[in-house]
Nanobody, 115 residues
Framework: QVQVLESGGGLVQAGGSLRLSCAAS????????IGWHRQAPGSERELVAS???????YLAESVKGRFTISRDYNKNTLDLQMNNLKPEDTGVYSC?????????WGQGTQVTVSS
C-alpha cells in the first residue's frame, strides 16, 4: 500500500505565495515519478510540476519563473513553492506518485487566489 499525504494550500491574494507539500509512505521503494497536478473549475486536470526518478524536473510553461519544485529523496517528499500567484492558478492541487505502472493520488488540496 502507498499513502500520499498533501498539506498546504488555502486562500491567498494575487501576488502572494503558498507552499504545498506531498509526502509518500508505504511501499515506495521504486518511485518512478512524483508530481503535482491541478484542476480548475470546468477544466481538465493538468500537470503543473514533476520530478522523475532520475531527477529530471518538469514545470508547466504557465508557472515557470513563479513556481519551484523540490524533492527530498530521503524523506520522500515533494514540495511546490508557488510565488506571485495569479487568479488562474486557482484549483484543486493533487499529488501523484507513479510506481511502475501504478498511479497513486492524494486527496487534493484547494488553492484559491483572489484578485
Amino acid at each position: 500500500q502507498v499513502q500520499v499525504l498533501e498539506s498546504g494550500g488555502g486562500l491567498v491574494q494575487a501576488g502572494g505565495s503558498l507552499r504545498l507539500s506531498c509526502a509518500a509512505s508505504g511501499d515506495i521503494s521504486r518511485i518512478f515519478a512524483i508530481g503535482w497536478h491541478r484542476q480548475a473549475p470546468g477544466s481538465e486536470r493538468e500537470l503543473v510540476a514533476s520530478v522523475s526518478g532520475d531527477g529530471i524536473t518538469y514545470l508547466a510553461e504557465s508557472v515557470k519563473g513563479r513556481f519551484t519544485i523540490s524533492r527530498d529523496y530521503n524523506k520522500n517528499t515533494l514540495d511546490l513553492q508557488m510565488n506571485n500567484l495569479k487568479p488562474e492558478d486557482t484549483g484543486v492541487y493533487s499529488c501523484n506518485i507513479i510506481i511502475g505502472t501504478r498511479n497513486f493520488w492524494g486527496q487534493g488540496t484547494q488553492v484559491t487566489v483572489s484578485s
